[in-house]
């Protein structure tokens, strides 16, 4: 079940920092509180992820999925161009996420 609720909050994680660009410094107020409101529900959700899982494999995966997913969404949404440099980083983030969960015993608990 963490692992559904821990893609659950990067989903809204994702929506919330798109929100956040939205924004536009805070000046457009359906965007900005949208902003809140997701950032608050993520960090909601991911309370109750680390009840059950190891913190440092948690925030590791939410970040790693958070930093992919807003790069794609930076990319697909906002025409933000990415070179190899940027995907090399990216897939050097994921993979050490892959690592972490698939060999390292922190991710036993």
Not at 18 to 43: E, M, R, Y
Not at 97 to 104: D, E, P, R
């Given at each position: 079940?963490?692992?559904?609720?821990?893609?659950?909050?990067?989903?809204?994680?994702?929506?919330?920092?798109?929100?956040?660009?939205?924004?536009?410094?805070?000046?457009?107020?359906?965007?900005?509180?949208?902003?809140?409101?997701?950032?608050?529900?993520?960090?909601?959700?991911?309370?109750?992820?680390?009840?059950?899982?190891?913190?440092?494999?948690?925030?590791?995966?939410?970040?790693?999925?958070?930093?992919?997913?807003?790069?794609?969404?930076?990319?697909?949404?906002?025409?933000?161009?990415?070179?190899?440099?940027?995907y090399?980083?990216?897939g050097?983030?994921?993979?050490?996420?892959?690592?972490?969960?698939?060999?390292?015993?922190?991710?036993?608990?």
């Open positions: 079940m963490h692992w559904f609720l821990l893609a659950i909050g990067i989903a809204i994680e994702l929506l919330a920092t798109t929100a956040l660009k939205l924004s536009d410094g805070f000046t457009k107020l359906g965007f900005a509180g949208l902003t809140l409101i997701c950032f608050g529900l993520a960090f909601y959700v991911m309370s109750l992820v680390v009840r059950t899982m190891p913190l440092g494999v948690a925030y590791s995966v939410w970040a790693g999925g958070g930093i992919a997913g807003v790069t794609l969404i930076g990319a697909v949404v906002f025409g933000q161009t990415l070179d190899g440099y940027a090399f980083g990216v050097l983030i994921l993979a050490g996420v892959i690592v972490l969960n698939a060999l390292s015993s922190a991710a036993s608990g």
